[in-house]
Structure formats: C-alpha cells, structure tokens
C-alpha cells in the first residue's frame, strides 16, 4: 500500500455521507478574524483526493443556498453532525 492510500484512509473516512445535516465553522480567510457559521443538507461528496469535497445546501427565507467546502482546509475550524439521514439526532460530546 503506498503512502498517499495511506494518507486518504485517514483523512477520507469521516463519519457523514450524504443526507446528513452537518455544521461547519469557517473563518472568511487567512488573514480576517471573520467567523462563517453554515449548516445545511450534504447533497454532494467526492472522496477521490487528499481534501475530499462536499457540497452543502441549505434554504433560508425561500432561497436555496448551495456552498462547497474542502474538510481538510486550514480555514475550517470545525465541524460536526447534527443529524444523520436517518433523521436520529446525534448525541453531543
């Protein structure tokens, strides 16, 4: 097995798959103190490089809001599940 499998076993297996709600803290970019708050419905995953990609859509004052994170992205500070697509509730840490 070579050194970048390796890598994206660990990085990759996270615990969402699409259909679970998840929210995400962000800062805006390197150099501003700028929070970003997000939470929405996973609706896309590409799990096929290093930063996997997820796409997150969300409806606000009946506008659909689509946005694209990379998980493995210095700018995110954290992020959790809030339900998964079974509509249980995950339980808080």
Do not use: A
């Not at 050194?3 to 390197?30: M, T, V």
């Not at 150099?31 to 997150?56: A, E, R, S, V």
């Amino acid at each position: 097995m070579s050194l970048l499998n390796i890598i994206n076993k660990k990085l990759i297996n996270k615990k969402f798959n699409i259909g679970d709600w998840i929210y995400l803290k962000k800062k805006q970019n390197i150099f501003d103190k700028k929070i970003i708050d997000f939470d929405g419905l996973i609706i896309y995953i590409k799990k096929k490089n290093i930063n996997p990609i997820i796409t997150i859509i969300k409806k606000l004052n009946n506008i659909i809001i689509k946005r694209v994170f990379l998980i493995n992205s210095p700018l995110i500070i954290n992020y959790r599940l809030l339900k998964n697509k079974k509509n249980k509730k995950i339980k808080k840490l």
